[in-house]
């Protein structure tokens, strides 16, 4: 608040009734503040305080100092956002005055302007999803199947550029489905990113196999070449070798596919690409997802794109892809009534559901562009901070940036989890990098394979910060935690 709207607030003691509801009128504020000798705060003045001197027979001609002294609630200066917030609502008020050290009134705080929560990642919904959904409606295809199901599969693969797409109920269903199509089973084991969230492991232990986690490189935070190259030369010293190789492109950015590939296909064993977060990102020109045998991706809410919860399996094998549709429905027979031969799942995307997803692909490209912008301009305006370091986007590389991402070095002032606590407090949410699964209590006991000595995602989860990314988030929100981030480490 600037020092003319200060001084709009301001009245003393010798100001009239009228005076202050003048005063009143004008700034429109809802609060006055009363100010003594030195302008040193006394207390705040609402309508309410004016209206009870009125009806207790006051004239408007009258002075203030028949208002009683009362201990009016006030902030510190650098009070944050959510004390600032718990004090008001404690005692149901709109606004604070910010007393400096001096007890002059620097500034004042209103409800208003500091209630508003910076996400970290939300749904982004255009015009056109509602027309497919519409039609769906309009045609009752409510099933799950249906016009918007079978487009939305074609729309999707012919963006990405791979052959056939299955469209189901989430990401981690169409994992669980493309390890089960790569034949693992119990007692099988699969190498897996440990830097990722758990819905990528999890299927591995749907399917009684048992999940052996390989490190990060710090050039792309993703599955690293000579990790994986490790793993494979001592299970092979061990006599085994894994039944696939779940390969996750994280926060947007693809892993480094070509080392990867040589490797898992000089062992022979296939690749399930986890794009779940990287929809839109490209590897030397290719997309995301293609690249594995089986590539899957997530339309959960938080994701780049969303239907409010699903996902997609991607394959340039026909057999695969129909095999995926077929175990999605529960697994039934070509027969006259219902029979099973197999086991199947409820895993296939409603019509209603694909009509969202449908709409979001025409928003994708600018969605990707908007996230890019978002880590440019962080990048840009945090550029002075020498200890932050952001997530690196390598030559090959063409990140979607879902979130953007940056590491904090080890000798800053603060740590990063310091950093989130007080991004909470100022009502931005931050969250920590995921915590490696090598390092997660349900995972204890399970193998973990670095390329050397130390552990990468170790280090970047210790260090790592997730910023708020929302293609929706207006620049003034973006501001907003430049600003703050800006404030704590200076
Ligand atoms: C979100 C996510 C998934 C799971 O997708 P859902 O649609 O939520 O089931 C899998 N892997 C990664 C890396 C993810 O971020």
């Known amino acids: 608040m600037n020092k003319d709207l200060l001084s709009a607030l301001e009245v003393t003691s010798g ?30 003045i609402t309508d309410g305080d004016l209206r009870r001197l009125i009806l207790e027979g006051s004239a408007l001609t009258d002075r203030l100092d028949l208002l009683q002294a009362i201990k009016s609630h006030t902030a510190s200066e650098g009070m944050s956002r959510r004390d600032a917030l718990e004090l008001m609502n404690r005692h149901a008020i709109h606004s604070l005055p910010v007393i400096g050290v001096d007890g002059v009134v620097v500034d004042v705080i209103f409800r208003r302007d500091i209630d508003e929560q910076v996400l970290l990642s939300t749904p982004h919904i255009g015009d056109a999803e509602r027309e497919f959904v519409e039609q769906a409606f309009l045609t009752n295809w409510i099933a799950p199947l249906g016009p918007n199901v079978d487009a939305f599969e074609t729309e999707l693969c012919t963006f990405v550029g791979s052959a056939h797409g299955a469209a189901v109920s989430s990401g981690t269903a169409a994992i669980h489905l493309g390890l089960r199509l790569l034949g693992v089973g119990p007692g099988d084991r699969v190498f897996c990113s440990t830097l990722t969230f758990a819905a990528s492991a999890n299927p591995i232990v749907y399917q009684g196999a048992e999940p052996v986690f390989i490190d990060s490189e710090m050039s792309s935070w993703n599955m690293c070449p000579t990790a994986l190259e490790r793993a494979f030369a001592i299970a092979a010293s061990e006599g ?29 064993v296939p690749i399930l690409e986890d794009a779940a977060e990287s929809l839109g990102a490209t590897y030397k020109g290719r997309h995301s ?35 995926a549709r077929f175990l999605a429905t529960q697994a039934r027979d070509p027969a006259p009534y219902y029979q099973h031969s197999e086991v199947g799942y409820n895993y296939r995307m409603s ?140």
């Open 15 to 44: 100001s009239t009734l009228k005076e202050a509801l003048a005063k009143l009128e004008r700034s429109g504020c809802g609060i006055l503040t009363l100010v003594g000798e030195g302008r040193r705060f006394e207390r705040t």
């Open 240 to 268: 085994w070798s894994p039944k696939a190789v779940i390969v996750v492109n994280l926060y947007g950015q693809s892993a480094d596919m070509d080392p990867i590939r040589e490797i898992c296909s000089s062992y022979d």
């Open 289 to 323: 997802g293609t690249i594995g045998k089986i590539g899957i991706y997530s339309f959960n809410g938080n994701k780049i794109i969303t239907t409010s919860g699903g996902g997609m399996l991607i394959s340039d094998d026909r057999e695969i892809v129909d095999r």
């Open 351 to 490: 019509n209603i559901l694909a009509g969202v997803g449908r709409g979001q692909l025409h928003v994708l490209k600018s969605r990707v562009e908007r996230r890019r912008r978002i880590f440019d301009q962080y990048r840009e305006g945090l550029a002075g901070l020498q200890s932050l370091e952001w997530m690196p986007e390598p030559e090959w590389s063409f990140s979607n940036r879902w979130l953007t991402t940056a590491t904090i070095s080890a000798d800053a002032a603060i740590s990063s989890t310091e950093l989130i606590q007080r991004l909470a407090s100022e009502l931005i949410e931050a969250r920590p990098v995921w915590k490696p699964m090598h390092l997660q209590p349900v995972f204890a006991g399970t193998r973990y394979f670095t390329a050397g000595n130390s552990s990468v995602s170790d280090d970047l989860f210790e260090r790592g910060i997730c910023l708020p990314s929302s293609s929706n988030m207006t620049s003034s929100q973006l501001d907003r935690v430049i600003d703050t981030i800006k404030r704590i480490f200076t």
